[in-house]
């Protein structure tokens, strides 16, 4: 078995054949996690949620209402986190995570005063996420950009179990997460960015495999990425710590379904 720790199948890239997609996981021995990422998306990843595709919800840091205008946004944002709507989804059985949650800096608002409120902003809703995901006693699936140092201070003062998704920081990040006890999910922006040296040093108890599909997608892979991408990530990490696809799939099969509790 196979674990995607982290998908968007619920993504309107999927509309065309996701049944498909699913029958195929289904067939190959694959599990998914859903990740919400706003109030729309997150009851959608329940409705999709079956044997084989598992859901989280939560709001992610892009999706807060802010001054910053994207080039690309079409999702629906929202001005604070409807605590009490997110903790009725998260009431769900096929729910096994809060997320996705976290800081992302990549993008700010121009002047200083704007910059501050948009950080402050969603230090204040990543802390409220997490007060909920205590409360519901469900791990959390962490989205870090540019963000490292407030992250691993905010997630110092708590003491909740969780997955960095698309980890890219360094080695010393990872050094500050492992104390933290957070696992680290691995996917194919290690095609993109050099992480050899991070992914050296997570040891493979601490690691999740994952896509972000319909993103991320490998090199001679089709565009539009989905979890089958994972067998490359597999073959690309086991080239780097020098260890067999079979260890890498036993060990982060396990990582996955104890954390998730699936």
Same mark, same amino acid.
């Given at each position: 078995?196979?674990?995607?720790?982290?998908?968007?199948?619920?993504?309107?890239e999927?509309?065309?054949?996701?049944?498909?997609?699913?029958?195929?996981?289904?067939?190959?021995?694959?599990?998914?996690?859903?990740?919400?990422?706003?109030?729309?998306?997150?009851?959608?990843?329940?409705?999709?949620?079956?044997?084989?595709?598992y859901?989280?919800?939560?709001?992610?840091?892009?999706?807060?209402?802010?001054?910053?205008?994207?080039?690309?946004?079409?999702?629906?944002?929202?001005?604070?986190?409807?605590?009490?709507?997110?903790?009725?989804?998260?009431q769900?059985?096929?729910?096994?995570?809060?997320?996705?949650?976290?800081?992302?800096?990549?993008?700010?608002?121009?002047?200083?005063?704007?910059?501050?409120?948009?950080?402050?902003?969603? *230090?204040?809703?990543?802390?409220?996420?997490?007060?909920?995901?205590?409360?519901?006693?469900?791990?959390?699936?962490?989205?870090?950009?540019?963000?490292?140092?407030?992250?691993?201070?905010?997630?110092?003062?708590?003491?909740?179990?969780?997955v960095?998704?698309?980890?890219?920081?360094?080695?010393?990040?990872?050094?500050?997460?492992?104390?933290?006890?957070?696992?680290?999910?691995?996917n194919?922006?290690?095609?993109?960015?050099?992480?050899?040296?991070?992914?050296?040093?997570?040891?493979?108890?601490?690691?999740?495999?994952?896509?972000?599909?319909?993103?991320?997608?490998?090199?001679?892979?089709?565009?539009?990425?989905?979890?089958?991408?994972?067998?490359?990530?597999?073959?690309?990490?086991?080239?780097? *710590?020098?260890?067999?696809?079979?260890?890498?799939i036993?060990?982060?099969?396990?990582?996955?379904?104890?954390?998730?509790?699936?």
């Amino acid at each position: 078995m196979i674990i995607d720790t982290h998908a968007h199948l619920n993504f309107l890239e999927f509309d065309n054949d996701r049944e498909e997609l699913i029958k195929k996981l289904i067939e190959n021995n694959y599990q998914v996690i859903n990740i919400g990422t706003n109030k729309e998306s997150s009851k959608k990843c329940i409705s999709l949620a079956r044997n084989c595709v598992y859901a989280s919800v939560g709001l992610h840091p892009l999706n807060i209402q802010s001054t910053l205008k994207l080039k690309d946004d079409f999702d629906k944002k929202e001005d604070d986190f409807d605590y009490n709507y997110y903790k009725e989804l998260s009431q769900d059985k096929n729910v096994v995570a809060i997320g996705e949650i976290g800081l992302d800096y990549w993008y700010r608002p121009k002047g200083k005063a704007k910059r501050e409120e948009y950080v402050n902003k969603q *230090k204040e809703i990543f802390e409220k996420q997490l007060d909920l995901a205590k409360e519901v006693n469900l791990p959390i699936v962490v989205h870090c950009r540019n963000a490292f140092d407030d992250l691993i201070d905010i997630l110092s003062r708590k003491n909740i179990p969780g997955v960095i998704h698309c980890f890219t920081g360094n080695k010393d990040n990872v050094e500050s997460l492992l104390e933290l006890g957070y696992f680290f999910g691995i996917n194919g922006i290690i095609f993109k960015v050099n992480l050899d040296d991070s992914i050296r040093e997570i040891p493979l108890e601490k690691m999740l495999l994952e896509t972000d599909c319909p993103y991320l997608s490998p090199p001679n892979f089709e565009e539009r990425n989905n979890p089958f991408s994972i067998e490359l990530i597999i073959d690309e990490i086991s080239k780097i *710590k020098g260890i067999s696809r079979e260890e890498i799939i036993e060990k982060t099969t396990q990582n996955a379904k104890n954390l998730f509790r699936i």
